[in-house]
């Protein structure tokens, strides 16, 4: 099958009729009980194409009481932990070339929070479905900086979902 991915609606219809090659449905630490969601992974020919809705995510009081959260597939083995890091066995980001952060394969795109629910897709070429699976999700307490290594200074980690096969 071939695609037009300049043409929008070529790749909504495709999605609109796929079923997910990959999902992570997401729960909040005990510290953010109230987080729930899930992320879809599409395997596209030409990369991945990542959708997810979550609710629940922390917001601040004031004018710009709408958050900016971090999001990485991280390489661990899955979303336990201890008191201290709830998710602890989520591991690092996931970046199996070596590459420095933001440039890890994992490394996705900001949640930008709305009165604490958030809508996001990305397409990205950065590894296929098959090499995340049962690979960790985690979002983190604060955004991304985008330079800070190894991690962003993006905080700690509030929730967690394994992508598993659909």
Known sequence: MSFDFSNERVVLKYLANALPDGCAYIQGSLDYPDIKGVMNFYQMPFGVYVVYSLTGLPTQEGKCGNRILALHIHDGSGCTGNEKDPFADAGSHYNPSGCPHPEHAGDLPPIFVND?????????????????????VIIHSKPDDFKTQPSGNSGDKIACGVIRKM
């Open 116 to 136: 604490g629910y958030a809508f996001g897709a990305v397409f990205t070429h950065r590894f296929n479905v098959s090499d995340v699976l049962g690979k960790p």
